[in-house]
């Protein structure tokens, strides 16, 4: 019976909400919630105190998480920047929506200034779908879905914009390489390291304070005009090189990443208290999490920490993939909750939906889930989550077992170059240098027992017998039924920025190259 009352209120909320899509609000129906997506740049899951960070530098996101439900088991779809951005706004995998490369296999890629390619048309995007229930959607921060016109946010969907196609990368001379603009809506306002300063030798800079301005500003003129409204606020400041605006500087016993830490943590918590000032805390759903792992290769000074789990941002292990996560919405998720359910970055578009009261798009596969089951009536569901890195199915997780079909860390020539993605953390035939390919025999790890991925399973033991029976037919399905969507990423073209290094004018192909290919015509990966 208690089942039936939650699935009855359930469906109840649903036409609550479908009627006030429908522009029934005058009539006294209540419009669908407000959402706030909050996304970082490279932050770990061990980044803040409620993960067990020891520090305890981020009161505002541990409340946040006291005050509603923490899901320790998030994984974003893609260990990099771009196709994790991607997925997120489309609800599918970066294999489908494009956000990959066939230039060689298990390569990441994602949009610097040179690649020509972007988010396609064909892609439906949160925002532009939102809009059907009367959304009014604003970006603020890092789009990083493509630089040329025609990927521009609010081509797709967005009606405001505040931030940058691309990270905070430079300074550049202005003569061969232009530094990156920042925009507001179609205008560019200036670039960073000259109208938005960043100094890399002390780390200030005042863009997470104009970053969080943005956002106090669209949550009120949207409140004022009664409108729901989206927010994404994909902020950078965790991204290397990590800032800190003055009076965070020097503030953390984590040296200049915690002080960025910390002044997000604030920006959080005043962006909360802004919706406990406006009394919209019950209407307005809040979610917090990261785009990929802490990025371990800028470590120490300049990354975080991944907690328990192997390597960091690039890689397919859990340190890569696996990321902090939070849901805030008072009046509807009791607090102090804690959901095991195995939960995607690409979930918030298909769960952003149904809180619209509107339906995924039919006419294609959406990989995302609707989590308001998980939230509001503890239910869990089973189901996979891919890894992918590039082109290639690296690893699927099933309950608390992930198979590796593939696994490498980075090549040998850039980690003799001291580029490591795993710092201290070798594991024999597991951290490797070179691609190693397990189609055959998966090198199985329960991460539950073992969250550091160290001890697979033995071949011969009933347990991975049992494994395989469970998670070979989940992957063959996948697999056949793929189709996989044109790679975005495969073609750089560095007339766009007026900048071709002396003997790569005949390379047209970007991201991690061959080993043939000089040093000096890799492009940021």
């Known amino acids: 019976m208690v089942a039936m009352a939650a699935v009855a209120a359930v469906m109840r909320w649903r036409l609550l909400l479908a ?9 006294g ?15 770990g899951w061990g980044d803040l105190g409620v993960y067990g960070e020891p520090s305890r530098e981020t009161p505002n996101l541990d409340r946040m998480a006291a005050e509603g439900m923490l899901f320790p088991n998030f994984y974003t779809a893609n260990p990099l920047c771009s196709p994790s951005r991607a997925a997120l706004l489309t609800g599918r995998l970066p294999i489908r929506n494009g956000f990959y490369t066939t230039n060689g296999q298990a390569r990441n890629a994602y949009t610097p200034q040179e690649v020509v390619g972007g988010i396609p048309d064909t892609e439906l995007l949160l925002p532009k779908l939102l809009k059907k229930a009367g959304y009014v959607s604003k970006i603020v921060g890092k789009w990083h879905l493509g630089h040329r016109p025609q990927f521009h946010p609010l081509r797709h969907g967005f009606d405001e914009w505040f931030g940058s196609p691309n990270c905070h990368f430079g300074p550049y001379d202005n003569r061969a390489r232009p530094n990156i603009p920042v ?16 100094d890399l030798k002390t780390g200030e800079a005042n863009l ?22 989206f927010l994404y606020w994909a902020i950078d400041a965790t991204h290397a090189p990590v800032y800190a605006s003055k009076p965070f500087l020097g503030t953390s016993q984590r040296g200049r990443y915690g002080d960025a830490v910390r002044e997000i943590d604030d920006s959080v918590g005043k962006i909360l208290t802004l919706l406990q000032d406006l009394k ?61 359910q195995l939960g995607s970055i690409m979930d918030l578009f298909t769960t952003s939906l149904s809180l619209a009261g509107l339906e995924p798009p039919s006419d294609r596969v959406i990989d995302g889930l609707d989590l308001l089951p998980s939230m509001l009536q503890g239910q869990l569901v089973d189901r996979p989550i891919f890894y992918y890195r590039g082109n290639t ?3 699927v997780t099933l309950g608390q077992y992930k198979a590796h079909f593939w696994t490498w860390t980075n090549s040998w020539e850039e980690f003799k170059q001291g580029i490591d993605f795993c710092p201290g953390q070798n594991v024999s035939g597991v951290t490797t240098h070179t691609q190693e390919e397990h189609t055959k025999l998966p090198l199985v790890f329960h991460l ?3 969250p550091g991925e160290k001890y697979p399973l033995s071949f011969a033991s009933t347990e991975y017998l049992d494994v395989l029976r469970r998670i070979t037919p989940v992957v063959q399905q996948h697999q056949e039924a ?32 061959p080993e043939s290919v000089p040093k000096k015509c890799f492009w940021p990966h």
Request: glycine letters at 10%; aromatic letters at 10%; a negative charge.
């Open 393 to 395: 199915l690296m690893a």
């Open 29 to 43: 129906v209540p419009q669908p919630p407000n959402i706030l997506l909050l996304l970082m740049d490279d932050m």
């Open 448 to 450: 539950g027992r073992d």
């Open 482 to 513: 793929l189709v996989p969507g044109q790679p975005q990423l495969n073609v750089c073209n560095q007339a766009v920025m007026n900048w071709t290094p002396p003997g790569c004018e005949k390379l047209g192909k970007c991201l991690t190259p």
């Open 208 to 229: 997470t304070q104009i970053y969080l301005q943005e956002a106090l500003d669209f949550i009120k003129r949207q409140q004022a005009a009664q409108r729901p409204f």
């Open 280 to 340: 919209i805390t019950k209407d307005t759903f809040v979610f917090f999490t990261s785009d990929n792992g802490a990025a371990l290769i800028s470590a120490p000074k300049q990354g975080g920490s991944n907690g328990p789990f192997l390597c960091g941002k690039q890689t397919t292990f859990e340190g890569g993939m696996r990321e902090p996560a939070i849901v805030w919405w008072p009046g509807h998720i009791a607090t102090g909750q804690v959901s095991h």
């Open 19 to 27: 009627l006030s899509a429908a522009g029934l609000g005058a009539l």
């Open 183 to 198: 925009y507001r809506d179609w205008e560019m306002v200036g670039r960073f390291y000259e109208e938005f300063p960043i």
